[in-house]
């Protein structure tokens, strides 16, 4: 894990692990336990979590645009795929 640390290419694919994590934590557990077992705190929690993580996709993203010299297409893409739980650091998955 230490290893996606170092470039900014491999922060941008450990945080898209984390980021689509979150979303299927957010999506597989907290909204359950909100709406079955009227436990709103666990969607607050992992939320707020699941937020940080898509903004700072977001940012590392627009970062290895730049640094990379991505086209607008292939960013676009990053954005699409952001959707998607581990769409952009599926190797398969597209350029990113």
């Known amino acids: 894990m230490l290893a996606y640390l170092n470039t900014s290419l491999g922060r941008l694919r450990g945080i898209s692990i ?4 979150s979303l299927l934590v957010l999506l597989g557990i907290a909204m ?8 709103p705190e666990a969607v607050r929690i992992v939320g707020m ?12 993203l627009v970062q290895n645009t730049i640094e ?19 769409g ?9």
């Open 18 to 21: 984390l980021e689509g994590l």
């Open 32 to 39: 359950p336990l909100k709406y079955l077992a009227g436990q």
């Open 49 to 60: 979590a699941h937020g940080i993580f898509f903004i700072s996709y977001v940012l590392l």
């Open 68 to 86: 990379q010299g991505w086209s607008v297409g292939k960013a676009a893409l990053g954005l699409v795929l952001s959707v998607l739980p581990f």
């Open 88 to 96: 952009p650091s599926m190797p398969s998955g597209g350029c990113l």
